[in-house]
């Protein structure tokens, strides 16, 4: 492709009838700055923080959960002595002299005396406050839900605590262990916006020709349009996202893009910031 081949780029397509960039420095307009946001390079540290928040907020919600139920049992419930019948870790079950430690992670079935006489039975389940190795005819303080105890789920690891105390910062640990992650992922995504905003503002117009448009399944709702630099003696071909509403070329199309002088690889398409 060469120059003569291809109109001019204030002709052709919606992007190529725009006129060019003005001269640097230029206005970051409100359509730029919501853009600047969405440049995959930016897209990608700030959407991976809101994962990694939502991760992070789903869990410590589910603990904060448990331990209101257990703060419940610990008030309302009933306090049991509970004998520890078996233990089954993963590889088999280990024999009755053998103590079990925390980290290995223990499925304990246990049996403890209700008010009548009776007994009831907590059948393969792992405490969540192991702190201590148990064995087979161990036992141990057990919160039930009095409530429940006619119509009794041996399975049911909601009826039953043995956290004898609950703290915030055990509940919040998860998050307190994530939020440094978050707050480094949202920096990245705010110096990479800085840089993409600068070269907007004090990077080169050049006219590029379409060479390719594709579809990519990480921004389903633009186009991958590979290009080259009309006025460049680099034949490199390079890429940029291009929202669907903007990306209506052809391959031949001429649009403007503004990049550093020596890094067309960093280009941003200029109809998306004016």
Do not use: C
């Not at 907020?57 to 002595?81: P, W």
């Not at 004898?164 to 509940?171: M, V």
């Not at 398409?269 to 004016?274: C, D, F, M, S």
């Amino acid at each position: 492709m060469t120059e003569t081949t291809h109109p001019d780029p204030t002709a052709a397509g919606p992007v190529a009838r725009m006129a060019s960039p003005p001269d640097p420095p230029r206005t970051l307009t409100p359509r730029g700055n919501r853009w600047a946001w969405l440049e995959p390079r930016v897209r990608v540290w700030w959407t991976s923080a809101l994962l990694l928040a939502v991760i992070g907020a789903y869990f410590v919600i589910s603990e904060v959960r448990s331990s209101s139920s257990d703060r419940r049992l610990v008030a309302t419930g009933l306090k049991v002595n509970a004998t520890i019948t078996a233990i089954v870790v993963s590889g088999g079950s280990p024999g009755r002299d053998r103590s079990i430690l925390p980290a290995e992670r223990g499925e304990f079935t246990m049996s403890f005396p209700i008010p009548g006489g009776d007994s009831l039975i907590i059948e393969r389940s792992r405490l969540r406050d192991q702190r201590d190795p148990y064995k087979v005819g161990n036992s141990m303080t057990l919160y039930v839900d009095s409530a429940r105890l006619k119509d009794w789920d041996a399975k049911d690891t909601s009826l039953w605590t043995d956290r004898l105390q609950t703290t915030l910062r055990e509940d919040l640990l998860l998050g307190l262990i994530i939020l440094p992650f978050v707050n480094l992922l949202l920096i990245l995504a705010v110096m990479q916006r800085i840089r993409v905003v600068r070269i907007w503002r004090f990077g080169q117009a050049m006219a590029a020709i379409v060479v390719e448009i594709r579809q990519t399944p990480s921004s389903p709702f633009s186009r991958l349009v590979r290009f080259a630099l009309r006025d460049s003696r680099d034949r490199r071909v390079f890429k940029v996202i291009v929202p669907m509403r903007v990306a209506q070329f052809q391959t031949g199309d001429l649009f403007w893009v503004v990049a550093k002088p020596n890094r067309p690889d960093q280009a941003v398409v200029a109809a998306l910031y004016q």
